[in-house]
């Protein structure tokens, strides 16, 4: 079981959950919606929305703790993000033209108030303060 | 939908984040008056839901724009309560911040399908 120390779902876990759970729905309702309705209009835009859907799905449930290895997923979700949002970023800054209709991660996330580019440093930054001991063992404090 | 519904469950959902920040400043835990002001925006949000239901036989949405109308209504509807789960299943600053989030994300619903609605 994991402590409240090491828990990403407690306390400020709760609310990046709840912002992360927010961005899932979003992505991949919408990606759905574009696919469904004029997938022929911008292909890669849409695929490129859904995959952010997935992802933030995956992001969403491995710092809730669900599954059966959420902090790996967790990582390997917000990893997965930040590579996206500096990528797609710059991509579309260098050359508006590739993707006709906007992403999340287009321009660093700019159309959605740079939430998608501050997420997955929010992401790490907690997973790394709420990381195990190394060892698994027991922390020891020694006073000074 | 071109009533003063929309921009009043607006105002409510920003006023509702306003007011939860207030608890997380304070390190109070949700209490009923929090709740029943959220319900009462639940409520509208079901009425706006309704009303959009009806009128929307009588306006344009072209193409997909019907589906994603209902699709954000639907979201302001279910934002709500499972945003309330899941703060509620703990008590801290964290969990009771969590609300924000929910009022944030409900202003934004609610603006998104009004955008939508040819006025």
Same mark, same amino acid.
């Given at each position: 079981?994991?402590?409240?120390?090491?828990? *990403?779902?407690?306390?400020?876990?709760?609310?990046?959950?709840?912002? /992360?759970?927010? !961005?899932?729905?979003a992505? *991949?309702?919408?990606?759905?919606?574009?696919?469904?309705?004029?997938?022929?209009?911008?292909?890669?835009?849409?695929?490129?929305?859904?995959? $952010?859907?997935?992802? /933030?799905i995956?992001?969403?449930?491995?710092? $809730?703790?669900?599954? #059966?290895?959420?902090?790996?997923?967790?990582?390997? $979700? &917000?990893?997965?993000?930040?590579?996206?949002?500096?990528?797609?970023?710059?991509?579309? &800054?260098?050359?508006?033209?590739? !993707?006709?209709?906007?992403?999340?991660?287009?321009? !660093?996330?700019?159309? /959605?108030?740079?939430?998608?580019?501050?997420? #997955? !440093?929010?992401?790490?930054?907690?997973?790394?303060?709420?990381? #195990?001991?190394?060892?698994?063992?027991? &922390? &020891?404090?020694?006073a000074? | 939908? =071109?009533?003063?519904?929309?921009?009043?469950? +607006?105002?409510?959902?920003?006023?509702?984040?306003? %007011?939860?920040?207030?608890?997380?400043?304070?390190?109070?835990?949700? =209490?009923?008056?929090?709740? @029943?002001?959220?319900?009462?925006?639940?409520?509208?949000?079901?009425?706006?839901?309704?009303?959009?239901?009806?009128?929307?036989? @009588?306006? =344009?949405?072209?193409?997909?724009?019907? +589906?994603?109308?209902? @699709?954000?209504?639907?979201?302001?509807?279910v934002?709500?309560?499972?945003?309330?789960?899941?703060?509620l299943?703990?008590?801290?600053? @964290?969990?009771?911040? %969590?609300?924000?989030v929910?009022?944030l994300?409900?202003?934004?619903? +609610?603006?998104?399908?009004?955008?939508?609605?040819p006025?």
């Amino acid at each position: 079981m994991t402590s409240p120390r090491t828990s *990403t779902r407690t306390g400020a876990g709760r609310v990046l959950v709840a912002v /992360y759970g927010v !961005f899932a729905l979003a992505a *991949t309702a919408r990606s759905l919606v574009q696919l469904l309705t004029k997938a022929d209009e911008a292909p890669l835009a849409y695929a490129l929305s859904a995959l $952010a859907g997935v992802v /933030y799905i995956a992001a969403t449930l491995g710092l $809730a703790e669900i599954g #059966p290895a959420p902090r790996r997923l967790a990582w390997g $979700a &917000v990893g997965f993000e930040l590579i996206g949002v500096l990528t797609v970023g710059t991509l579309t &800054v260098l050359d508006p033209e590739l !993707f006709p209709d906007a992403t999340v991660w287009s321009s !660093f996330g700019a159309g /959605y108030g740079w939430l998608p580019l501050v997420l #997955p !440093f929010a992401g790490i930054a907690w997973l790394w303060h709420t990381r #195990p001991a190394p060892s698994g063992g027991a &922390v &020891v404090h020694i006073a000074n | 939908m =071109d009533g003063p519904l929309p921009l009043a469950l +607006i105002t409510a959902s920003l006023v509702f984040a306003a %007011v939860v920040l207030v608890y997380v400043a304070l390190a109070r835990t949700p =209490d009923w008056a929090l709740l @029943g002001f959220a319900g009462l925006i639940e409520a509208g949000a079901l009425v706006l839901l309704v009303i959009a239901a009806v009128q929307v036989g @009588g306006v =344009d949405l072209a193409g997909g724009r019907s +589906i994603t109308l209902f @699709g954000y209504l639907l979201a302001a509807l279910v934002a709500l309560p499972i945003g309330f789960v899941w703060s509620l299943a703990e008590r801290s600053r @964290g969990a009771t911040a %969590v609300l924000a989030v929910v009022g944030l994300t409900e202003a934004f619903l +609610i603006v998104r399908a009004l955008q939508i609605w040819p006025s």
